[in-house]
């Protein structure tokens, strides 16, 4: 079976240090990846989509970055946070081919910045 | 501009049925999905349609008219694990999804 998984859950940071999100599914191959932020009270923000090794697509200019440097693993980073860059960041995958397949979501990662 | 509407919050009684609307506006459309997510966890899938009319899956049931860029979602025989919010989604002309904001869902004794 597929899993997904996503670490840290939970980090505090001080405003202008770097960020590393990490992502890796498995039991799939060739998947589509996604990140997502969710901010409280609002929907879930599309930051950045793979749909495969080294291929990125950004949604929104920002002072994020995503790479995919093997086939299952997708990273968030950042080089300097900001305030604004607090929230819920959820990693996730769907079946490449299948566009209107559910996506399955890793178990998130809350980030606080200070 | 594309747009997903839901009510913020609702409350509901444990047993009893509730019934939560989205509304759309989107550019395109290739199903829409409806996902729970508890407090402080990741959103879970629940249901997806693409053709108008019910899909009933145990005490869950989804509804879709897309004629009127509407559907709800009906709960059955509330639980307070029940409890969650529920985010209403629509996929757009491009696949990408468009989500809504999310109703949270209180259940009381």
């Known amino acids: 079976s597929q899993t997904i998984h996503q670490w840290p859950a939970t980090l505090v940071q001080p405003v202008g240090s770097p960020l590393s999100l990490e992502c890796t599914v498995e039991?799939?191959?060739?998947?589509?990846l996604y990140w997502y932020r969710q901010a409280a009270g609002r929907g879930l923000q599309l930051l950045f989509y793979?749909?495969?090794?080294?291929?990125i697509s950004s949604e929104v200019p920002q002072n994020l970055s995503a790479s995919r440097p093997q086939d299952r693993q997708f990273i968030l980073s950042s080089k300097k946070l900001l305030l604004s860059d607090s929230g819920f960041y959820l990693c996730?995958?769907?079946?490449?081919?299948?566009?209107?397949?559910?996506?399955?979501f890793g178990e998130g990662s809350r980030l606080t910045v200070l | 501009g594309q747009n997903i509407d839901q009510p913020t919050e609702m409350t509901a009684t444990e047993g009893a049925i509730v019934q939560i609307n989205c509304t759309y506006q989107t550019s395109g459309f290739n199903g829409l999905f409806w996902y729970q997510q508890h407090a402080g966890e990741a959103p879970t899938f629940l249901s997806y349609?693409?053709l108008d009319g019910l899909e009933e899956k145990g005490r869950f049931s989804s509804f879709l008219s897309r004629s009127k860029g509407y559907s709800y979602l009906l709960l059955k025989e509330l639980q307070m694990k029940d409890s969650a919010s529920y985010l209403c989604a629509v996929l757009d002309s491009n696949y990408q999804l468009i989500w809504g904001a999310g109703t949270k869902l209180i259940i009381k004794p």
């Open positions: 349609n693409v």
């Open positions: 793979s749909v495969g090794i080294g291929q």
């Open positions: 996730a995958w769907r079946d490449r081919g299948l566009d209107t397949g559910e996506l399955f």
């Open positions: 039991g799939t191959s060739n998947p589509n």
